[in-house]
């Protein structure tokens, strides 16, 4: 098995969302204060309206309330100053809050007291709001209190005086049920809303990941420039975050479906995915705009499909669309184990993910565009100008590094302005695209046929010496001669080697150009190869080369930005 994906980058803002994971311990200790204070205000508006309620302790609880809201005062002081120690802090105060409570209660008629009910308040509100942990945690402190209030009333010369009345114990039937009872109640409470908190922590963690996961995507396609790495960089997103076993990604411009990137797939599928062709399950989803679950593929409807995820089962299809037009699809097989369910926190999250890489795809098929048309010459859709000067300095560096030869021919429509007069230009412009396709039919695979200006044509020989190169040239121009044409053609060739003929690529140049001249002035309909430039003539190159790029180091930034202009082109001698 084969996987064709880069790891998955970790971006600035999934660091910035991990480092907010601090705000809500803060959001939640000011929740608690609020619930502090409705607590405190209850137990005295209780004293002051209910005070039979709070009897016997009711002036003891009231004091015991005063101080406790002194410190949580405090505590919140605290809070403002001690921002890196907030959870210590929020820990503290739960403490506090138990012994409040506990005292309170015990003051107020213990097992008896309607403080009691602020004991499950308190315990059912921190198990929201903080964690599953914490509330059990809390439940415990809780009964840990209750047992030593009880234990320190009971025991025979005890260290706490019995506050609550005798009838009271006589009538509910003892304190050793009440307390059972309560403390029941108060594990139930605590177990059901820390199994509550658990679910939604679970919840908010796993969409915290989704989060993340799409954060890191979006970051990454950002620094994508063309349509394979945005496939790749999606389908390794998805697979890292969901844990699909097989995938592929389909996208084209021009309506089809070609393999932009796979994971899971045999190697040689991957290597080799042969001709792509329609899906009628990705057309599907085209229609319905929406993500399409299937349970298998029909090798009748889907026989490319199946060809590259075979006996696959549980298929999630997502389309890849932008503003409203179809690029292609995601197809993903879901894990074994999975049974055919898929959560739709799953689904909106490879929708969101699809939606980010088509708007990518689609950028980075114009700026391959663009920068095809900037390369190619607009009436021979072969290499013009700038794209044939780039490559020459580009071969001549290589050719220099590994001591190969490297051959320019330079080619010239013979008699081309007189067809221009005699047949007008649109049969010279018919002229030229066939000549173009003439040579680019010949080039091997690594050979750069461009136009270099008007009828000239220019073809980068890399490894070829002279005389192969002067064989070559025959081949191009016998070619061009065959090529369609309102009236016979013949065409003319200079060749240049470098280093035998010259030392760089302005000089390479040159050297073809002069051989060209060569055969126009011996009768054209011929191949010359150059005698070389004169020595000073390369001095001269090789000097304007230095101070050239002397002035491109010490150019203005603004300056450095633009892409230097193509020289105009030279019409050739007819």
Request: net charge neutral.
């Amino acid at each position: 098995m084969s996987r064709f994906l880069p790891g998955r980058a970790s971006g600035g803002g999934a660091a910035q969302v991990r480092a907010a994971e601090s705000v809500p311990v803060a959001e939640r200790l000011r929740v608690t204060q609020y619930l502090r204070v409705a607590a405190i205000g209850l137990l005295l508006l209780c004293a002051a309206l209910a005070p039979e309620a709070l009897s016997p302790g009711r002036r003891q609880a009231v004091l015991t309330t005063v101080g406790y809201a002194a410190i949580v005062l405090c505590g919140e002081g605290l809070s403002r100053i001690l921002r890196e120690r907030v959870v210590v802090l929020f820990s503290a105060l739960l403490i506090i809050d138990g012994l409040w409570l506990a005292w309170a209660s015990y003051v107020t008629g213990s097992l008896s007291s309607p403080v009691r009910y602020l004991v499950l308040l308190h315990l059912g509100a921190v198990a929201l709001l903080a964690s599953y942990r914490t509330g059990l945690k809390l439940a415990l402190w809780h009964s840990l209190l209750l047992l030593a209030a009880y234990n320190g009333q009971q025991q025979p010369g005890g260290w706490l005086t019995p506050t609550e009345p005798e009838e009271l114990d006589n009538l509910l039937g003892g304190d050793q049920t009440r307390l059972a009872v309560f403390v029941v109640v108060l594990w139930l409470v605590a177990v059901s809303t820390s199994a509550l908190s658990a679910v939604n922590e679970r919840e908010l963690r796993r969409r915290r990941h989704d989060l993340e996961a799409l954060t890191d995507l979006a970051e990454s396609l950002e620094r994508t420039a063309d349509s394979a790495s945005v496939a790749r960089t999606l389908l390794d997103s998805v697979v890292d975050t969901f844990g699909f076993p097989r995938g592929v990604v389909l996208a084209g411009p021009e309506g089809q479906l070609p393999l932009l990137a796979s994971y899971g797939l045999e190697e040689e599928t991957a290597r080799r995915p042969g001709r792509p062709a329609g899906s009628a399950v990705i057309m599907q989803a085209h229609e319905t705009h929406a993500t399409v679950l299937v349970s298998g593929l029909d090798d009748d409807a889907d026989p490319w499909l199946a060809r590259l995820l075979p006996n696959a089962r549980n298929l999630v299809v997502v389309p890849l669309q932008a503003e409203g037009r179809p690029l292609g699809a995601m197809v993903l097989e879901q894990a074994a184990n999975e049974g055919g369910r898929i959560q739709r926190r799953v689904v909106s999250g490879l929708e969101r993910s699809a939606s980010y890489a088509a708007l990518a795809l689609r950028n980075a098929w114009l700026l391959e565009q663009v920068q095809r048309l900037a390369a190619t010459d607009g009436l021979t859709k072969i290499a013009n100008r700038r794209t044939f000067e780039s490559t020459l300095e580009r071969e001549v560096a290589r050719a220099t590094r590994s001591a190969e030869h490297l051959s320019l021919v330079m080619i010239d429509i013979d008699h081309f302005k007189r067809l221009n007069d005699e047949h007008g230009h649109q049969a010279g412009d018919e002229v030229l695209r066939n000549v173009a396709a003439a040579l680019s039919c010949e080039c091997r695979d690594f050979d750069t046929a461009a136009r270099y200006g008007g009828e000239e044509f220019a073809v980068v020989l890399p490894g070829c010496g002279p005389d192969e190169a002067r064989l070559i040239a025959e081949r191009l121009r016998h070619a061009v001669a065959a090529a369609p044409s309102t009236v016979p053609i013949t065409a003319s060739a200079g060749v240049a080697t470098y280093p035998a003929h010259a030392g760089d690529a302005d000089t390479l140049v040159r050297a073809a150009d002069d051989a060209l001249y060569e055969s126009k002035r011996a009768g054209r309909d011929r191949t010359t190869v150059s005698a070389g430039v004169p020595p000073e003539a390369q001095v001269d190159a090789l000097l304007r080369r230095a101070v050239t790029q002397r002035l491109g180091r010490h150019r203005p930034e603004n300056d450095a930005m633009e892409a230097p202009s193509a020289p105009a082109p030279r019409a050739g001698a007819s």
